[in-house]
């Protein structure tokens, strides 16, 4: 109780957080992702890439989006399921997919019109495979 | 917002914890839930992070019993309480009937205190809500720490931090003892009910 | 506010034990006749409104109300991040059970909780009939 300092679960050094960054970037913004976030289950922004012309508040954005993940796990528990599937919110412009990559981290990805939800969904598939296997 | 069901007779108030982060708000919450456990019919949501920090809240719901006719259930809430969580801790004050501001009594604490303070106060604004107005107890907590050597401030300093403006009720506490744990909720309950009664007339 | 209790904060809206019948019988008739397990109507602070279910359901509803309000309030201010008004649909899918968010006004949600024997076509369908009926019981 007495410190303040919040320690992680994982380390992940800088070699690895420079694969990661390439994955979203070459998988994910290349595809035509507007935005890609790895985050951890505390809200952390782990990793981020973007096409260059967001300007969202990705700190709230992903403090959000880890507390929302959790009050929909906490949901589905209670109705007696493992979890639920799919994490998808579908606006006029702008998109917000969320795919849980392992226990500790999600990977958020912003996209528009551009993008089909199918081929999204093919992408992300791809890019949680290759963040996988940087640990 | 408290909800009165005219039909089932029954009223919904929500009470949310507020303070910085490791104050004690979880613990207030978790002894409350010990302590009363056979009144409390469903588990306590905890929604926080593997490192045992609160994400988004946790919720009690806790049954008093009847008020003018009407069950009254008060819904126990704490918000998240590390600075980075604002924007979750705004969408729990949602509604909010009633407050308690956990503070932390240890010296490195003060600064902490008086910002989350002001932060609640800039928050309820956002909801078009008055400090001043909304019921509210401020709880000093950690005043245990003291036979451990830790140094803590004294009361009159904390009154005179947080309370000087405010005037509310204040109680010293322990979370982790239970040290005023259940006579702060029962003083906020009460402050809460006080507010809602000239309605339920 | 409408209220004249300045140190009370108390709902926008007022039911009484009519508007409240009727609201449940819109529940009972449209949704869990269609076959919905569960249904609630809560208000943006998770407090339950009206409730209904099927006898066969014992979820802890306080808590998914509590949760469902604030997966709601998320997902709204995570809309208004990226420049969205809102999104559109907020849906759950499980393996046997489902959660379906509707929202009614700008108070009030109705959560609909359904398993495999309902199709999403026919659930969105009841529900966007349901909706429209709980809002004429404001407006009448």
Same mark, same amino acid.
């Given at each position: =109780?007495?410190?303040?300092?919040?320690?992680?679960?994982?380390?992940?050094?800088?070699?690895?957080?420079?694969?990661?960054?390439?994955?979203?970037?070459?998988?994910?913004?290349?595809?035509?992702?507007?935005?890609?976030?790895?985050?951890? =289950?505390?809200?952390?922004?782990?990793?981020?890439?973007?096409?260059?012309?967001?300007?969202?508040?990705?700190?709230?954005?992903?403090?959000?989006?880890?507390?929302?993940?959790?009050? %929909?796990?906490?949901?589905?528990?209670? %109705?007696?399921?493992?979890?639920?599937?799919?994490?998808?919110?579908?606006?006029?412009?702008?998109?917000?997919?969320?795919?849980?990559?392992?226990?500790?981290?999600?990977?958020?990805?912003?996209?528009?019109?551009?993008?089909?939800?199918?081929?999204?969904?093919?992408?992300?598939?791809?890019? %949680?495979?290759?963040?996988?296997?940087?640990? | 917002?408290?909800?009165?069901?005219?039909?089932?007779?029954?009223?919904?108030?929500?009470?949310?914890?507020?303070?910085?982060?490791?104050?004690?708000?979880?613990?207030?919450?978790?002894?409350?839930?010990?302590?009363?456990?056979?009144?409390?019919?469903?588990?306590?949501?905890?929604?926080?992070?593997?490192?045992?920090?609160?994400?988004?809240?946790?919720?009690?719901?806790?049954? #008093?019993?009847? #008020?003018?006719?009407?069950?009254?259930?008060?819904?126990?809430?704490?918000?998240?309480?590390?600075?980075?969580?604002?924007?979750?801790?705004?969408?729990?004050?949602?509604?909010?009937?009633?407050?308690?501001?956990?503070?932390?009594?240890?010296?490195?604490?003060?600064?902490?205190?008086?910002?989350?303070?002001?932060?609640?106060?800039?928050?309820?604004?956002?909801?078009?809500?008055?400090?001043?107005?909304?019921?509210?107890?401020?709880?000093?907590?950690?005043?245990?720490?003291?036979?451990?050597?830790?140094?803590?401030?004294?009361?009159?300093?904390?009154?005179?931090?947080?309370?000087?403006?405010?005037?509310?009720?204040?109680?010293?506490?322990?979370?982790?003892?239970?040290?005023?744990?259940?006579?702060?909720?029962?003083?906020?309950?009460?402050?809460?009910?006080?507010?809602?009664?000239?309605?339920?007339?």
């Amino acid at each position: =109780m007495g410190s303040n300092y919040e320690v992680t679960d994982y380390t992940l050094g800088q070699e690895q957080l420079e694969r990661i960054e390439s994955v979203l970037s070459d998988d994910l913004i290349k595809s035509g992702v507007h935005s890609a976030l790895l985050i951890d =289950m505390a809200g952390n922004i782990i990793a981020k890439c973007d096409n260059g012309n967001c300007q969202h508040d990705l700190y709230s954005l992903a403090a959000l989006a880890s507390a929302n993940f959790a009050a %929909v796990d906490t949901m589905a528990k209670i %109705v007696g399921e493992e979890e639920f599937s799919l994490l998808f919110h579908k606006g006029e412009n702008e998109n917000i997919h969320f795919s849980k990559v392992n226990i500790e981290f999600l990977l958020i990805t912003i996209f528009g019109k551009e993008v089909s939800l199918g081929l999204l969904r093919l992408k992300v598939a791809e890019a %949680v495979e290759k963040i996988n296997s940087v640990w | 917002m408290a909800f009165v069901n005219m039909k089932s007779k029954e009223v919904q108030a929500k009470v949310v914890y507020y303070g910085p982060g490791r104050g004690g708000k979880t613990t207030n919450l978790e002894y409350i839930y010990s302590k009363f456990r056979e009144r409390i019919k469903s588990d306590m949501v905890s929604i926080k992070t593997h490192g045992d920090r609160t994400l988004f809240f946790d919720f009690l719901p806790f049954d #008093i019993g009847k #008020i003018m006719g009407y069950d009254v259930k008060i819904q126990l809430y704490t918000v998240p309480g590390q600075v980075k969580y604002d924007a979750t801790r705004r969408l729990v004050l949602k509604g909010v009937d009633g407050m308690v501001f956990v503070a932390d009594s240890q010296v490195e604490q003060r600064k902490k205190n008086v910002l989350s303070l002001k932060n609640l106060q800039e928050n309820l604004a956002m909801y078009k809500k008055s400090i001043f107005k909304v019921p509210l107890v401020l709880q000093y907590n950690k005043r245990d720490l003291e036979k451990e050597g830790v140094s803590l401030l004294p009361l009159e300093t904390l009154e005179k931090d947080l309370n000087s403006q405010l005037k509310v009720p204040s109680f010293p506490g322990s979370a982790v003892t239970g040290e005023n744990v259940v006579p702060t909720m029962k003083k906020i309950i009460s402050l809460t009910m006080t507010s809602l009664q000239n309605v339920l007339k």
